[in-house]
T-cell receptor, first 113, second 115 residues
Framework: AQSVSQHNHHVILSEAASLELGCNYS??????LFWYVQYPGQHLQLLLK??????LVKGIKGFEAEFIKSKFSFNLRKPSVQWSDTAEYFC???????????FGDGTTLTVKP | EAGVAQSPRYKIIEKRQSVAFWCNPI?????LYWYQQILGQGPKLLIQ????????DSQLPKDRFSAERLKGVDSTLKIQPAKLEDSAVYLC?????????????FGPGTRLLVL
C-alpha cells in the first residue's frame, strides 16, 4: 500500500523567508505527484504536478518542486514567501495505473507580515 | 470549462439521522473520488469510481456509508445513520482515467455537522 509523509505539521515564517516543505512517499511503481494548497475558507487548488519529464517542476505563485526518485521525495520550495501564502499544503500521490490517490496529512504554513 | 459541482454546501443533522451528498464531475472525467476531511487532517479517500464501477472502497465504513454512480456521471454519497464523528467536510474530485496525467480537480466540498 502506498503512503505519503509530510514532515512538518506547522511551519511559521516571516515574509521574504525561504520555504521548503518536505514530502516523502512509499510506492514502488509509477506515480503522479502533486502539491495542493487550501487557503482559509477555500477549496483545494492545484499548485503543481509531476508525472514525467523534467523532475524540477514550476507551479503557480512562484512555487516549485523537485522529484528525486532515488529518495522518493517531492519537496516544495519557494524562495521568498508572502503573507498571502498562509494556507495548508498537501502532498498527494496517485498510482498511475489504478488512479489510487493518497494524501499526506498536510502542513500548515503561517507567514507573519 | 465548468468545475466539479457539489451540493449542499452545508448540512446540519442530528445523530442517527441520514444525509446524502451529490457530486457532478467535470464533463469527460471517468474517475470520481469521494474524500472525508476531518478538521486538522488531510483528506481521506472513501471511494473511487471509474465510470460506474468501484475501483477502491477499502476505507469506506460500509455499515453506514454508501455511494453510487449509476450512469457513470454524477454520484451520491449517503450516510445512514450518522454519528458525531462523521462531522467533516466531504470532498468530491474527478480526473481523467487514461494517459499519465491523473490530476484531480476538487469541488468546494460539503461541510457536515452532526449534533
Amino acid at each position: 500500500a502506498q503512503s505519503v509523509s509530510q514532515h512538518n505539521h506547522h511551519v511559521i515564517l516571516s515574509e521574504a523567508a525561504s520555504l521548503e516543505l518536505g514530502c516523502n512517499y512509499s510506492y514502488g511503481g509509477t506515480v503522479n505527484l502533486f502539491w495542493y494548497v487550501q487557503y482559509p475558507g477555500q477549496h483545494l487548488q492545484l499548485l503543481l504536478k509531476y508525472f514525467s519529464g523534467d523532475p524540477l517542476v514550476k507551479g503557480i505563485k512562484g512555487f516549485e518542486a523537485e522529484f528525486i526518485k532515488s529518495k522518493f521525495s517531492f519537496n516544495l520550495r519557494k524562495p521568498s514567501v508572502q503573507w498571502s501564502d498562509t494556507a495548508e499544503y498537501f502532498c498527494v500521490i496517485i498510482v498511475t495505473n489504478a488512479g489510487k490517490s493518497t494524501f499526506g496529512d498536510g502542513t500548515t504554513l503561517t507567514v507573519k507580515p | 470549462e465548468a468545475g466539479v459541482a457539489q451540493s449542499p454546501r452545508y448540512k446540519i443533522i442530528e445523530k442517527r439521522q441520514s444525509v446524502a451528498f451529490w457530486c457532478n464531475p467535470i464533463s469527460g472525467h471517468a474517475t470520481l473520488y469521494w474524500y472525508q476531511q476531518i478538521l486538522g487532517q488531510g483528506p481521506k479517500l472513501l471511494i473511487q469510481f471509474q465510470n460506474n464501477g468501484v475501483v477502491d472502497d477499502s476505507q469506506l465504513p460500509k455499515d453506514r456509508f454508501s455511494a453510487e454512480r449509476l450512469k457513470g456521471v454524477d454520484s451520491t454519497l449517503k450516510i445512514q445513520p450518522a454519528k458525531l464523528e462523521d462531522s467533516a467536510v466531504y470532498l468530491c474530485a474527478s480526473s481523467l482515467s487514461s494517459g499519465r496525467d491523473r490530476t484531480q480537480y476538487f469541488g468546494p466540498g460539503t461541510r457536515l455537522l452532526v449534533l
